[in-house]
């Protein structure tokens, strides 16, 4: 099969591929050396957040599942996250995800096989191709700060199983945005105690430690291994809201 490369609306394939991203074209130090295209991106921007609210403004309460891309079917993860979604599903929430394939599409799939809303805000990058077939309800954004607010913007709280550096830059972002109450009411899960507690440790015996946090930052992270604990405290935020 040829891999397609998407970018909005536009499907690359073959000779045709671009090794650029539009975030790359527009942060790059070396574009700002013509800046006379910036203007119309400025529109670009504009109806990506357009799109995006316009689809999801009816979506109702919903969870982001987060997790690598990397998760393979056969990981302990993956079928973590069908499970995790699948039980968000019965608790009447939408799941949301990065649409792409490992722990995403598995949270995906564990929605839609569960009767749920499904959905997908993929993002264009050089080495994806698209979002995951259990995605029935997809976005796919040029610009990673675009993307972001849908996540936040649409979501009751984070549910992050293992993964790298994009899930830990949503991660942390949410945690974030918790702690200058830009958001409140907003739970982080991390499931899976084993691959977290070194992260946790740090977090505490460093970053704590040397007054760089506050306890109650801390507290803003649940870790565990318990699907129940996690839906329960995504369904407990979203009676408070």
């Known amino acids: 099969m040829v891999k397609a490369r998407i970018k909005g609306p536009i499907v690359e394939r073959r000779a045709q591929r671009d090794g650029t991203t539009a975030d790359q074209r527009l942060l ?3 574009a700002r050396l013509d800046t006379s295209t910036d203007y119309w991106r400025v529109l670009r921007i504009q109806a990506e957040f357009v799109e ?11 969870v982001c599942v987060f997790g690598s891309a990397r998760t393979a079917a056969s990981d302990p993860a993956y079928a973590q996250g069908e499970e995790v979604a699948r039980r968000l599903v019965e608790e009447g929430f939408a799941v949301v995800t990065g649409g792409g394939p490992g722990a995403m599409e598995a949270a995906n799939k564990g929605a839609t096989e569960a009767g749920g809303v499904s959905v997908g805000l993929g ?8 979002l995951n077939e259990w995605v029935d309800l997809g976005i796919n954004f040029r610009y ?3 993307r972001k607010t849908m996540f936040v913007k649409y979501s009751q709280g984070f549910v992050v199983l293992p993964g790298g550096l994009g899930t830990l ?13 830009k958001v409140t009411a907003f739970p982080v899960v991390l499931l899976g105690t084993a691959y977290w507690s070194g992260l946790i440790s740090w977090l505490r015996d460093t970053v704590l430690a040397d007054g760089k946090i ?13 699907l129940d604990e996690a839906v329960a405290l995504m369904v407990a935020a979203r009676d408070a809201s």
Request: no cysteine; aromatic share 10%; proline share 6%.
């Open 144 to 146: 990673f700060f675009v």
């Open 123 to 130: 993002i264009e990058l050089p080495f994806e191709s698209g």
């Open 52 to 62: 995006g609210f316009g689809a999801l403004a009816d979506l109702g309460p919903a």
């Open 28 to 30: 790059d130090h070396r």
């Open 214 to 226: 506050s306890p109650s930052d801390l507290d803003r992270l649940v870790v565990t291994d318990d």
């Open 169 to 181: 830059d949503e991660m942390f972002e949410a945690l974030t945005l918790a702690q200058t109450q």
